[in-house]
């Protein structure tokens, strides 16, 4: 007989386990978005919140002497909501958490290192990519069990690209210079009616991570060495790569997260800039009838500048520091943490990039949708040095760069003033 009886916390919106008799229950604080019917099966849920609901779902049912309560939390203001329960003295005995973030945690001691203690509960750092092991890593410690690489795409409608003649042997064609980014865009509106370039501009900062990409194009970057860097010829130039599809009409800087997505689902946009993470989802959204998309490929970020390279991060688990001081929910806590790993694969499914070297060599992982047409992601990803203040930095750059294409800011004095900002946050 099952241990568990099913219920449904409505408030949260996700899937829980009343905990059995004398079971350690852990909490876990994650985002991605509410599954209130994710199950158990790990092979068959689909989407970001499915897939990881079904993995805890299944931890809680499968790990002898543990139970797992998700706490309901959400995106937009995740890392707030996390500080909170930490200020407070509550702070969840799992949480998901970026590599860009490791500096700030680890650095305040809020979470603990846990890297003699991975083999005890079955975890071989040395099966994870030098990658994985390197985000969670600060100052010779370990600070988390990595669950992902996750980087930004191009997905494409391959349908509308067709019609622009912007396809070749079967994959679409992608622009190599800011010039013939705009003279592709050009050349789809015609053809189509429609918008080249979707993306969310208008809230998340999926726009920072945009000219991030295209200033490390550049051999630039946005802080180097205490310094910041924002406001140069190579800044201006990412910025206006971008600002030129909205001053010609080919890109709405209005759109959010969920319009952007929704306008390349209904088949209004050709391109929509979004993670690897909506993989998985964006190939189950074409195989219905009801969508505009129904020609789907995927495509590693193209190279407008000089050299290859594209936002990334990576998603992993750590455990407050606190919690060393109860042993039985520490362990119990590096249970849940081996039993995500041991389901690298099965996270996979959603488009991310897997960590463990086991994994990546498996004809299993091989096998997923679209992984081969962005394969060379891997090799190209990028991302800043690390900072305790990074999401203060990103919180800043997200605001000017959005002064610039949502109220006319001029670029330079956008620029001027992001520069100025990040040094005075470098300098804290």
Excluded at 164 to 186: I, Y
Excluded at 364 to 374: F, I, N, Q, S
Aim: hydrophobic letters at 45%; charged letters at 20%.
């Amino acid at each position: 007989m099952n241990k568990f009886i099913k219920a449904t916390v409505l408030g949260a919106c996700i899937a829980q386990t009343l905990p059995a008799a004398n079971a350690t229950e852990i909490s876990l604080a994650r985002f991605f978005g509410a599954c209130e019917d994710a199950g158990t099966n790990t092979k068959t849920s689909v989407g970001e919140a499915c897939i990881i609901q079904s993995i805890i779902n299944a931890g809680s049912e499968e790990i002898d002497g543990v139970t797992i309560k998700t706490l309901p939390t959400d995106w937009g203001n995740y890392y707030d909501q996390v500080k909170a329960s930490f200020a407070g003295g509550t702070p969840p005995d799992v949480f998901v958490m970026h590599r860009h973030r490791v500096a700030e945690f680890a650095s305040l001691g809020a979470v603990a290192e846990i890297g003699d203690d991975l083999a005890r509960v079955g975890i071989d750092k040395d099966d994870w990519s030098m990658n994985a092991l390197n985000a969670v890593s600060y100052q010779n410690g370990i600070y988390g069990v990595p669950m992902d690489f996750h980087a930004n795409l191009w997905h494409v409608n391959m349908d509308l690209m067709e019609k622009a003649g912007l396809v070749k042997d079967g994959k679409p064609v992608l622009p190599t210079s800011p010039e013939e980014l705009m003279a592709h865009a050009m050349q789809f509106k015609k053809a189509t009616g429609k918008e080249y370039l979707a993306a969310d501009f208008a809230q998340f900062p999926i726009g920072v991570r945009l000219v991030l990409a295209l200033m490390w194009q550049q051999g630039a970057n946005i802080f180097s060495d205490g310094k910041a860097t924002i406001n140069t010829p190579e800044g201006k130039a990412a910025v206006e790569a971008i600002t030129q599809l909205f001053d010609a009409g080919l890109a709405d800087p209005k759109l959010n997260y969920a319009d952007s997505q929704q306008a390349f689902l209904n088949g209004d946009a050709g391109v929509l800039v979004n993670g690897t993470w909506v993989v998985d989802f964006y190939t189950a959204e074409a195989a219905k009838d009801t969508t505009g998309l129904d020609s789907y490929q995927v495509a590693d970020f193209p190279t407008l500048f000089e050299q290859g390279a594209t936002w990334a991060d990576s998603h992993m688990w750590a455990i407050p520091a606190s919690l060393k001081s109860d042993q039985e929910k520490y362990e119990a806590a590096l249970q849940v943490l081996a039993f995500i790993n041991d389901h690298n694969i099965d996270w996979a499914r959603t488009g991310h990039m897997a960590v463990r070297k086991s994994v990546l060599d498996s004809q299993e992982y091989a096998d997923l949708p679209h992984r081969g047409e962005y394969s060379g992601t891997a090799a190209i990803a990028k991302d800043t040095p690390p900072s305790e203040r990074y999401g203060m930095i990103q919180d800043t750059l997200n605001r000017e760069l959005q002064a610039i294409w949502l109220t006319g800011k001029d670029v330079d004095a956008a620029l001027s003033a992001a520069d100025a900002d990040v040094q005075s946050i470098l300098d804290r």
